[in-house]
Nanobody, 115 residues
Framework: QGQLVESGGGLVQPGGSLRLSCAAS????????MAWYRQAPGKQRELVGV???????NYDDTVKGRFTISRDNAKKTVYLQMNSLKPEDTAVYYC?????????WGQGTQVTVSS
């Protein structure tokens, strides 16, 4: 059984930047599509974006042009670079992957955008 551990969250002012990391202890990391989700208070968890094992990325329209997902297969880590942050980006951010019927989630990291 693998594990995903997010880090890098915190409090940032509007317009600021943060970089989240997700360290994966799964043997199949280099083969996996990795995803970032977020969940704001009182809302459903939503997909932020994904990165395939080949490095292709896709983003939700709400973050396109501001957020960038990257990965380092040697470190088994996926990153979420968040720029031009807005108050509506405030949420708990989770990384995610799946293999067959097994779905993996991290514990989440809180991002708060506020002045």
């Amino acid at each position: 059984q693998g594990q995903l551990v997010e880090s890098g969250g915190g409090l940032v002012q509007p317009g600021g930047s943060l970089r989240l990391s997700c360290a994966a202890s799964i043997s199949f990391f280099s083969l996996s599509t990795m995803a970032w989700y977020r969940q704001a208070p009182g809302k459903q968890r939503e997909l932020v974006g994904v990165i395939t094992n080949g490095g292709t990325t896709n983003y939700d329209d709400t973050v396109k042009g501001r957020f960038t997902i990257s990965r380092d297969n040697a470190k088994k880590t996926v990153y979420l670079q968040m720029n031009s942050l807005k108050p509506e980006d405030t949420a708990v951010y989770y990384c995610n992957t799946a293999r067959g019927r097994d779905i993996y989630w991290g514990q989440g990291t809180q991002v708060t955008v506020s002045s």
